[in-house]
């Protein structure tokens, strides 16, 4: 069964830092591009970033220079170090594999930038 669980949100101060963190399970992590998404409340779900089978990144303009994405497949693991929080950062965070159809979307976690 694939699973991708998204954790590591919580409350932050606005100008703050916190990483997320997102296990993979039930596929080979080595096979696909992952993603992170955020969807804040009352608005769609929007990518955030997103890095390639062989380490490319690609980050939204909103998130440049401050957010990083990175990934251990050894481990199944995938990371978003975020910086320089801003409360427009405030949004549930989930992670994916990029380019494949599907419903399946995890409980994602919560992160919460206060002003």
């Known amino acids: 069964e694939v699973q991708l669980q998204a954790s590591g949100g919580g409350l932050v101060q606005a100008g703050g830092s916190r990483r997320l963190s997102c296990e993979a399970s039930?596929?080979?992590?080595?096979?696909?591009?992952i993603g992170w998404f955020r969807q804040a409340p009352g608005k769609e779900r929007e990518g955030v970033s997103c890095?390639?089978?062989?380490?490319?990144?690609v980050y939204a303009d909103s998130v440049k220079g401050r957010f990083t994405i990175s990934r251990d497949n050894a481990k199944n693991m995938v990371y978003l170090q975020m910086n320089s929080l801003k409360p427009e950062d405030t949004a549930i965070y989930y992670c994916?594999?990029?380019?494949?159809?599907?419903?399946?979307w995890g409980q994602g976690t919560q992160v919460t930038v206060s002003s």
């Open positions: 994916n594999r990029v380019g494949v159809k599907t419903n399946y």
């Open positions: 039930g596929f080979s992590l080595d096979d696909y591009a």
């Open positions: 890095i390639s089978t062989i380490g490319s990144t």
